[in-house]
């Protein structure tokens, strides 16, 4: 393992950047902490995929962009966050840099803080501290201590106690340089306290090898309830980690809504830890795969607390030569009676090439749960399709339809009406 | 517009390289409705899904040209563009599509792009027909054939007929599964096609749904040929006695394909 751990990213490297952005010490010092792990650490290995060609390390680290108004946003992120009117609170970072940012005074006069994590980290230094790197360990393996070492920046959204904003809080994550994406998000909701955040994750360049490595966290205190939507959509150029992790206290509730349609390389782990008694996660996820593209899914829940209940459901297209692995694990814990977890994982294949696995995995450390699973991998049905022809309609308005009908179960039940409108868009062009 | 012409000369058929319709001859014209009778395994069913481009079904020999033009060379896709509906004794479900969308969809494949039918035309079309056929309104809503019992589904399939309006249509054993009501309401949706440009062939074991929809030649099928042709009194005599005259008249032991002795 001696030829990959040679990081072009050195300490003289790492100290230089967090300096020259002004980091407080304590980022500083994890940061290098976090460097000298990633040499040593192994990389993660995802069940099924091999992983150990992927480029996850060689990459350009800064790129910037420049801050604008509203309307001289790319048309392509303003499809994403509506109008000014509509966008009323939004961050959208492109290249690493904020560029724009709004949010409303009767959120802010709520004690709600939402800002850029790099502005975060200086103006509430102690809030970050608590949360950066907690629900993710720095030494999980290489790519989160990689993370932690050069992270470049992300969202910090912190709700107070008692506080529910129904308007949901946005960000747009939009890379047209080649440089690698490595950001990080924290949404930290106090007891008794409710918000949705939804994101979206673009890149333009297909052309060069890059990098993105990205690491949400997601706490729940107890009560609260956090509704998480993010669309994924990163173009064939970039190899992507990105590992989005919740931890939900008691009767707290953390309702995940993934889109994931990157067209490079992806491992995915989604994670849900339900720590306090009556905690609650549902996780939904849709995904394309196409080209040659090879793909790893982990949805996984951790039943700690009593009374604690995990719902995953996984749809997944798989076209072309494209692979995909769909892990779902779900792991009841000693002690945690009466708890509950379920799981659906579906995959369906358009062409001979086209692979797909799903791997519902239980495992029960208590006796006295309930636990389910459903999985399917299959083959276009070739008599629905005679059928739909049969009709006057087109091979591939046939299977385009197929391909909607085979989501829809998914992208119905998604929380938000933009999520979904935005899932049934990128769906639209990634089938055609 | 002409009138609608289909031309089968010695049609041969196979599956699974065992051969199914053995030598073939039928038209059928405008304004003409047929009914293809026979016991079950007489290959009624492999013809018409032969017709239709069934995937599993090869045709090995013979001619059929719909309109003139060659219908063997066309994809299932443009058959149906060409004008032919095939209404499936078994139609499959289809998860996550609900029937209007689908509807919409295989009209707006007939017509030029930029010439899609209005929501609202569309609309007022679909229910009109839905009531014409009995149905409840919320069927259009709900996912295509799934969870339909048997009767709903065939119900549907003529309803798609109606909306399509195709120029030659084959029913598949369209009656079974269906009780006396629906069976009518069936019968009307067909009767209501009736004109000189629309042609219909109707497969069936049973002559009931022939007393509501009058065919003008009926063919009886054996052993993958057709081997009787007559009247409409020819159906009724069929019902009364049966086939066994048939197969004593021509000496046919087993009327069924397949079972070579």
Partial sequence: MSVDTSLRFDKDYVTGFSSSRQEPAWLQELRLQALELAQELPMPKPDKTKIDKWNFTEFKHEATGTPVAFNELPEDVKALIGSEEEAKNVLVIHNGTPVYFALEESVK??????????????????????????????????????????????????????????????????????????????????????????????????????????????????????????????????????????????????????????????????????????????????????????QNFVAQIFNHGKHSEGYILTHGVMKDSASSIFNGITKIEHGATKSHGEQTERVLMLSEKARGDANPILLIDEDDVTAGHAASVGRIDPLQMFYLMSRGISKAEAERLIIHGFLAPVVSQMPLESVKNRLVEVIERKVR | MSAPNLKIEDLRVSIEDKEIIKGLDLEINGGEIHAIMGPNGTGKSTLSAALMGHPKYEVTSGKVTFNGEDLLEMEVDERAQAGLFLAMQYPSEVSGITNADFLRSAINAKREEGDEISLMKFIRELDKKMDHLEMDNAFAHRYLNEGFSGGEKKRNEILQMMMLEPKLAILDEIDSGLDIDALKVVAKGVNEMRNPDFGCLIITHYQRLLNYITPDKVHVMMQGRIVKSGGPELAQRLEAEGYDWIKEELGIKDETVGQEA
Avoid at chain 1, 179 to 206: G, K
């Fill in chain 1, 109 to 294: 006069d709520q004690g709600v803080i939402y800002t850029d994590l790099l502005t975060a980290a200086k103006e509430h230094e102690d809030l970050v501290k608590k949360y950066f790197m907690k629900a993710v360990a720095v030494d999980e393996n290489r790519l989160p201590a990689l993370h932690a070492a050069l992270f470049v920046n992300g969202a910090f959204l912190y709700v107070p106690k008692n506080v529910e904003l129904s308007a949901p809080i946005q960000a747009v994550y939009y890379q047209d340089d080649e440089a690698a994406i490595f950001n990080h998000v924290i949404v930290a909701a106090e007891d008794n306290s409710s918000v949705t955040y939804v994101e979206n994750y673009l890149s333009t360049n297909d052309a060069t090898d890059s990098v993105a490595n990205i690491v949400s966290e997601v706490y729940a205190g107890s009560g609260a309830k956090v509704v998480y939507g993010a669309v994924d959509n990163l173009a064939k150029g970039m190899t992507t980690y990105v590992n989005r992790r919740g931890r939900a206290e008691k009767d707290a509730r953390i309702e995940w809504a993934l889109g994931q349609f990157n067209d490079g390389n992806t491992v995915s782990d989604n994670t849900t830890h339900l720590i306090g008694d009556g905690s609650f996660t549902d996780t939904k996820t849709v995904t394309i795969g196409r080209g040659d593209q090879k």
